[in-house]
Structures are given as structure tokens and as C-alpha cells.
């Protein structure tokens, strides 16, 4: 009898477990992690999904269920993308993965040529062309590249930017040793670097690459596209060259004229500080929000409200891990000025912004801890939440958004003061297995009698996801997904 018991509570506890969601698997070793237009083909490692696993993408693409070769996965497809760095996730009844990034509109990868790199063994190249490499730690790699007299070579390193640890060192060697110039971080690559060389002695030239910390290891990957061209000539016409350095004319920036609305703007010169008119009514509250890294800009900015002496009245804390928002309270009558600059010193057309305001100092965010799980059909799959707040100690309830039919998600009601808390996605038991499901969570809450409706944000998840990348693809932050997965074997 005690046995039957126990044998009964084990099988229900064993029962409870495969309800749960299990967390999504990594795509490592991916090959390759530029993308060209057109019919192509992509891999990984065999004993990461089975035969029959999907490639799914955010960009337009038509794609083919993968194929076992050898000890690798394929995966065949075809695309138009435009150049850029694009959003990827391979799917099946056997599981689902960690979204992945990939650079699209890429030269073509010469896979070859790579390994041997990779070997370490010295290679030439004598035209433009793109490598997959990894690097061990404390590795430079010494690329040597025929260079003619006059032209231009340019190097650009896809690492931070597509999730990689890699923080690329890039240097130029002439035929006499003599370094033409290095490059670490490039201003709107975030970590990454660009470098442009214009070639006076033709001859065998040495790209060295290498970790910025000579840090490496599997997770240490760079995608390197390497142009050769002709040079870029200078214009020998005074008027052209004074148009090109003529400064443009700063136009009128719009007035915060109402409680509630936004307003978006691009911080194109380093050190240039943008200020907005606001008027200001002695009592009245604002809740003020800066939306930047979220947008994918290079930057980070400061945000300050000062009055009409100019004195600092109130801002936000420059140390917050994410974008930030703040409250204040007009303590006089009359002119003031929301204002902003990027916090670094920096400064590009990338470096654009968004500010949102509404009435109320307080305000609070939520972040999913998780982005990505596995769900069985019938099954449940919990996403984690964390609560931050701002003089606001109240409820909040959280929906559900986007979700197919067989899915659904109970309002959940954060009580009071609560810092943490979790919403349950089920699938019905009829959920096929293979599908994949997105949807987002919109939170709702009351701050001084004014409802209010954040987002449920998912950028914590995906900073563990792509630790070496500064900020999640514009989009995807937000963005929840399920992999609805085949009951696996004992």
C-alpha cells in the first residue's frame, strides 16, 4: 500500500513536470553568419535538432524543412533581404531555439578560406570576399591580402552586433611593416570596427586581427567582409567642397505643448544639446520616458527639465541599466525646457530618439525574464516577470496580446508593491507539434487616477541571449515565443 502511494505521488510529480515548459536549445556553430541574396543554404551542428527541423525568419524568405549531411544539419532557403542584420530561430517537435542574428546582403562567405584561417594557417586573399571566423584566446590571425597601388580596402567586423563575445582590434600592415592605421570601437557599430585604408604602395599587405581584451573561445565568432576598390577622389571644386562643410542651419525644435503626447528626434553632432520648449504649471506632475537603446541607436542619452534661468530642476539617473524614465513636479510657473544629449559624447544620424510623456510622477516597468520556452500540447509554460517601480505601489494587471486560437493566457494581477511575478501560457491538447507562437503581454495599472499601459518588455532575456550586443533588434523587444513541442521519450 505504501508503495503503490508513493509509486502514485512520483508519477504525478513526473506528470507535473512534463506540463512545464522547458527552456529553448542554442544555435551554435552556425554556418554561414552572412547571408546572400538569392538560393542559399545555412547549417548546424547535427546533434542540435533532428531531421526535419525548421528555419524560421523575420525577413521574407522561403525556406525548406532541414537536412541531415553528414554530422551537420542544412537547411536550404531564398531570399531578396536587404543588407542589414536580420532576426532568425530554428523550430520542430523537437524543440525550439535561442533567436539568433545574422548578417543578410552580405558578400559571399568563403567557407574554405576560413577554415584554413581558423587553422592557422597563413592564407592570401587578392580580392573582396567575406570569412566566418573563431578565435582562441590571446589569438591575432594575420591575413594577408594583395593590395594594388591606389585603391581602397575596407574591413568591417560583425561581431557585437550580432550576439558574438568577440570585440574586434583590426590593423593594417604595409609591405615595409609599417602600420597604416588600427581601429577598435567605430562610432555607431557600437563595439564593433570599420576601418577604410587608401593604399599608396601596391603589394602584400597583413590584416591583423584580433580580441580587444584578447579574450576568445567558441563563442568569440566574427563575420568579416573584406571590399577592395578604387579610390574614392577628392573634388577639386571649391564651391562642392564648401557646400560639403557648410554647417546646416538648426531649424525650430516643437514645443511640449500638451499633458500627455511624444516626440522623436536624432542627436546628429557629438556634444550638441537639443532643448524643448515646455511650459510649465506650478503643481502639475509629469512622467517622462526616453526610448533609445529599445529603438537599436548606438548611444545613450541624458534627459533634463530646466527652468527658465537654466537651472537643473530634474532629470533622469544617467546609471539606469535601460532606456529610463522619470517623474517631477513643476515647483514655479512659466518657461521651462525638456532637453537631451547623448550621454558619451557621441553623435550620428543612427543616434535617434523618442521621448513620451503623460500626467503623474510615478510609473512602473515590467520585464519578462524569459523570451523564449517550450510548451507540450496540453501543456503550460510560466514566463517570469520583474516588477520596477517609481513612486507607484499599486496593482497591476497583466494580459495577453496576439495569441492564436489554442492559446491562452488568464489576466494575471500583480498585487501591490509586488517587485516580481509570472503569467501562465497554456496550449490546448489538440497544439501541433513543430508550430511556433508569438504574442506580447501589455500590462495596466492606475497612477494618480490616470490609467496607464506599459508594455511588458523582454530586453533583460535577450541581453542574456546576445550578451555581447548593446541593445535587441528594433522590433523584438517585447516579443514573447512559444515552441510547441512532441512529448519526448523516458
Do not use: Y
Request: glycine share 14%; aromatic share 6%.
Amino acid at each position: 500500500m505504501i508503495a503503490g502511494r508513493l509509486w502514485f505521488w512520483v508519477g504525478g510529480a513526473l506528470s507535473a513536470l512534463e506540463a512545464l515548459a522547458a527552456d529553448p536549445f542554442v544555435a551554435t556553430d552556425i554556418q554561414p553568419r552572412g547571408l546572400v541574396l538569392g538560393a542559399q543554404e545555412i547549417s548546424i551542428p547535427a546533434n542540435l535538432a533532428p531531421e526535419g527541423t525548421r528555419l524560421w525568419t523575420r525577413f521574407a524568405a522561403t525556406t525548406e524543412p532541414g537536412i541531415l549531411r553528414g554530422d551537420r544539419l542544412f537547411f536550404a532557403l531564398k531570399t531578396d533581404v536587404a543588407t542589414g542584420i536580420a532576426l532568425a530561430q530554428f523550430h520542430g517537435p523537437g524543440g525550439i531555439s535561442q533567436p539568433f542574428l545574422l548578417r543578410t546582403g552580405s558578400m559571399p562567405v568563403d567557407r574554405k578560406l576560413s577554415a584554413e584561417i581558423d587553422a592557422g594557417r597563413g592564407v592570401r586573399i587578392a580580392g573582396t570576399t567575406a570569412l566566418d571566423l573563431t578565435l582562441p584566446p590571446a589569438t591575432t590571425r594575420r591575413i594577408e591580402i594583395e593590395l594594388a597601388r591606389g585603391v581602397r580596402v575596407d574591413v568591417e567586423a560583425f561581431a557585437r552586433r550580432l550576439g558574438s563575445g568577440f570585440d574586434p582590434f583590426l590593423e593594417l600592415i604595409d609591405p615595409r611593416g609599417r602600420s597604416l592605421g588600427s581601429v577598435d570601437d567605430t562610432l555607431g557599430l557600437g563595439r564593433d570596427a570599420r576601418g577604410s585604408w587608401d593604399i599608396r604602395s601596391g603589394g602584400r599587405h597583413v590584416l591583423l586581427l584580433r580580441d580587444s581584451s584578447h579574450a576568445g573561445g567558441k563563442d568569440h565568432w566574427v563575420h568579416l567582409e573584406i571590399s577592395i576598390g578604387s579610390s574614392r577622389e577628392k573634388s577639386r571644386d571649391p564651391a562642392t567642397r564648401e557646400r560639403k562643410t557648410r554647417p546646416v542651419e538648426a531649424t525650430a525644435l516643437p514645443a511640449v505643448r500638451t499633458p500627455e503626447g511624444s516626440l522623436e528626434g536624432v542627436l546628429t553632432k557629438p556634444g550638441d544639446v537639443l532643448r524643448f520648449p515646455i511650459e510649465g504649471v506650478k503643481g502639475t506632475s509629469r512622467w517622462i520616458e526616453l526610448r533609445m537603446r529599445r529603438l537599436g541607436s548606438p548611444g545613450d542619452a541624458e534627459v533634463w527639465i530646466e527652468d527658465g534661468d537654466g537651472r537643473r530642476v530634474a532629470g533622469l539617473d544617467p546609471s539606469q541599466e535601460d532606456d529610463g524614465a522619470f517623474g517631477f513636479t513643476f515647483e514655479s510657473q512659466g518657461p521651462h525646457r525638456l532637453c537631451v544629449r547623448e550621454l558619451t559624447g557621441g553623435g550620428s544620424a543612427e543616434h535617434r530618439f523618442q521621448l513620451h510623456w503623460r500626467p503623474g510622477r510615478g510609473g512602473f516597468g515590467i520585464q519578462s525574464e524569459k523570451q523564449t520556452l517550450e510548451i507540450l500540447p496540453g501543456g503550460t509554460a510560466e514566463f517570469p516577470l520583474r516588477v520596477s517601480r517609481k513612486d507607484f505601489d499599486g496593482e497591476v494587471v497583466v494580459r495577453a496580446e496576439g495569441l492564436p486560437e489554442g492559446f491562452g493566457v488568464e489576466p494575471t494581477t500583480l498585487a501591490a508593491k509586488s517587485k516580481e511575478g509570472r503569467v501562465t501560457l497554456k496550449a490546448a491538447a489538440g497544439a501541433t507539434p513543430g508550430s511556433r507562437v508569438e504574442f506580447r503581454l501589455v500590462a495596466e495599472g492606475k497612477i494618480e487616477g490616470n490609467a496607464v499601459r506599459e508594455s511588458v518588455r523582454t530586453r533583460a532575456a535577450l541581453t542574456k541571449i546576445w550578451p555581447g550586443r548593446l541593445h535587441p533588434p528594433e522590433g523584438w523587444d517585447g516579443v514573447l515565443c512559444v515552441g510547441v513541442v512532441a512529448k519526448r521519450s523516458p
